[in-house]
């Protein structure tokens, strides 16, 4: 609960969404009592009432149809303001998430997989809506109509308020409260067992050609199997506990209810109370258990909210690898990257780069080669400051990379790696990632640099052609080049491009790398690689080797 709580600010942004979701559905309740009330007096008197006498039918059928009325249109406003302040909730604090995660990238935590992430950063936000639809907003509206009812029969039934009272509270406040206790467990069972699902689908999805061709797909659907049986049982769990929350309220209705008509009886004979008037309250006693049947029904995910709020302040609160400096230094334009006696490793293990010492002089094109695993990617990571090295220290200029703020570090460094994204999106959109205040003119610069402007400029709706899915409308030699235009477009003097043609054939990968010369003229670039260079393409190459730079 104490997770849940956490993210009360976020929820206050919502409070006039939600406080008319909130009357709403008091209103809703009142006129759902109110017409079962009015309705049983109506019936009832119209039946005793002799046929000689004149019994005025227009009043009580007229407020009949008034509470129908009213039920039916608080209902279509509460459902259509609750969620949408709910939705614009659940906005809130993907903003948050992110806001919180940014600054925390990489993450510390590596064993933290992509499948678990996914499953926190969707189903587990979701899963936080129930905390008003279905706890907040249902059980104070109970209270209010419980309150209410309890006054009514007060004032006309006084000892079986003290009944209907005790069998009301319980039935809102004890019975809800005793099932968030008990499925604790099971709500955070079925969040953890539905990551663990997700996991191991998205992990099948990945690796299904392989799995496919090494004969492991039998393998693979069985894990998934057992997954999905155990999130199954879990959630079995969960059910029993709601299904025998829900049958200890009815239960409290019906004692409640006998318990009103028993006392209710007993003044109807001394005559302190008519039979229309004891029919109706009886109806309207059975009209406001609605609330908590509807409370019961759906508390259960409160367990399961509370797990996901747990699961997602654990990945907001994950440790800051890389922090700001209190007191930041500009950048300085122009300037030499010193890399000087520089060791790094991840966690415990080897060394990915020691005492590694290199210099790039501004403007200068170097290459970086060597076999995998060598450390190339690691010393791009350090130079954006993604981490810092255990010893040693980069410097820009002179000044260090732990003395400069990250957001203008990376305004000064641009990144093309080998898994750089097309998105599902128009070209315009794709390449004003890299300066959103990008013009037209600027756009087909970049593109006449990358050496695609040609080939957008024959597409029918040229900028505005929407690319597939990871640009799967265009070639992977073409994506490749829309990356590097996104590139160019941010204007950052020194740009570092991890193994830029990855999955090109020979020829593009030859065309590609005859681009960048004289795409990155003036620019301070790095280029990791493993493919074979033409003569030409940089000014020198330097090798690394198990995280030692040699010549």
Same mark, same amino acid.
């Given at each position: ?86 939705? #614009? =909730? =659940? ?12 600054? #925390? +990238? ?6 933290? #997989? ?25 059980? @104070?509206?109970?209270?209010?109509? %419980? ?39 099971? %709500?955070?069972?079925?969040?953890? #067992? ?38 199954a049982t879990a959630r079995g769990q969960l059910a029993t506990l709601t299904a025998i929350a829900a049958a200890s309220v009815q239960g409290l209705a019906a004692l409640a209810l006998v318990g009103v008509l028993w006392i209710g009886l007993d003044h109807f004979g001394g005559g302190s109370i008519d039979a229309p008037v ?26 399961? $909210? ?7 302040? $654990? +990945? ?41 010492? =290199? ?14 695993? %060598?450390?190339?990617?690691? +010393?791009? /990571? ?32 641009? +990144? ?20 959103a205040d990008a013009g037209e003119p600027d756009l087909w610069a970049a593109l006449t640099a990358a050496g695609i402007a040609d080939f957008v400029r024959s597409l029918p709706r040229g900028l505005d052609t929407l690319l597939g899915e990871t640009g799967k409308t265009v070639s992977a030699g073409q994506g490749r080049r ?19 043609? @990855? ?13 960048? /010369? ?6 301070? @670039? ?26």
């Amino acid at each position: 609960m104490r997770a849940l709580l956490a993210f009360r600010g976020l929820f206050a942004r919502q409070a006039r969404g939600l406080l008319l979701a909130l009357v709403l559905s008091l209103v809703t309740l009142a006129a759902g009592v109110a017409l079962l009330g009015t309705s049983g007096w109506f019936i009832t008197a119209a039946a005793l009432t002799s046929a000689g006498l004149a019994f005025n039918l227009f009043a009580p059928s007229a407020l009949v149809r008034g509470f129908s009325f009213i039920r039916i249109l608080a209902r279509y406003g509460e459902r259509l303001t609750g969620h949408d302040a709910t939705l #614009r =909730l =659940l906005a809130d604090i993907r903003g948050w998430l992110f806001a919180r995660l940014f600054p #925390r +990238l990489p993450l510390a935590d590596r064993n933290l #997989r992509h499948g678990d992430l996914v499953s926190r950063l969707t189903a587990d936000v979701d899963a936080l809506d129930t905390a008003f639809l279905v706890a907040i907003g249902p059980v @104070t509206a109970a209270l209010v109509i %419980g309150t209410t009812v309890t006054a009514i029969l007060a004032f006309l039934l006084p000892a079986a308020a003290w009944v209907y009272g005790a069998c009301f509270a319980l039935a809102v406040l004890v019975v809800p409260a005793l099932l968030v206790l008990r499925s604790r467990s099971a %709500g955070g069972q079925v969040v953890a #067992r539905a990551a663990d699902a997700r996991l191991v689908a998205l992990d099948g999805i990945a690796g299904h050609a392989d799995a496919l061709a090494l004969g492991l797909l039998g393998s693979s659907q069985a894990n998934f199997s057992a997954k999905a049986e155990a999130l199954a049982t879990a959630r079995g769990q969960l059910a029993t506990l709601t299904a025998i929350a829900a049958a200890s309220v009815q239960g409290l209705a019906a004692l409640a209810l006998v318990g009103v008509l028993w006392i209710g009886l007993d003044h109807f004979g001394g005559g302190s109370i008519d039979a229309p008037v004891l029919v109706g309250l009886l109806l309207a006693v059975l009209g406001s258990f609605e609330a908590s049947n509807a409370i019961v029904r759906s508390v259960g995910k409160l367990s399961t $909210a509370m797990a996901a709020a747990e699961r997602l302040m $654990a +990945l907001a609160e994950t440790p800051v690898t890389v922090a700001d400096p209190a007191q930041p230094q500009p950048v300085p334009p122009d300037a030499a990257i010193a890399i000087d006696d520089v060791t790094f490793c991840y966690g415990t293990g080897a060394p990915a780069l020691s005492n590694v010492t =290199l210099t790039v002089a501004p403007g200068e094109h170097i290459a970086i080669v060597g076999p995998s695993g %060598g450390g190339k990617s690691s +010393l791009l /990571k350090l130079l954006l400051r993604l981490a810092d090295p255990q010893s040693g220290r980069i410097t820009l200029g002179g000044v260090p990379l732990a003395d400069l703020r990250q957001a203008d570090l990376h305004a000064h460094i641009a +990144l093309l790696g080998q898994d750089s994204p097309v998105f599902h999106d128009t070209i315009r959109a794709n390449l004003l990632i890299g300066r959103a205040d990008a013009g037209e003119p600027d756009l087909w610069a970049a593109l006449t640099a990358a050496g695609i402007a040609d080939f957008v400029r024959s597409l029918p709706r040229g900028l505005d052609t929407l690319l597939g899915e990871t640009g799967k409308t265009v070639s992977a030699g073409q994506g490749r080049r829309l990356c590097l235009a996104r590139t160019l477009l941010s204007k950052a003097p020194i740009v570092l491009l991890d193994e830029p043609t @990855t999955g090109l054939d020979r020829d593009a990968e030859l065309a590609f790398f005859g681009t960048l /010369k004289t795409a990155l003229a003036g620019r301070t @670039t790095i280029l990791v690689t493993h493919a074979a260079l033409p003569e030409g393409t940089v000014d020198r190459v330097v090798t690394i080797r198990n995280g030692v730079l040699g010549a």
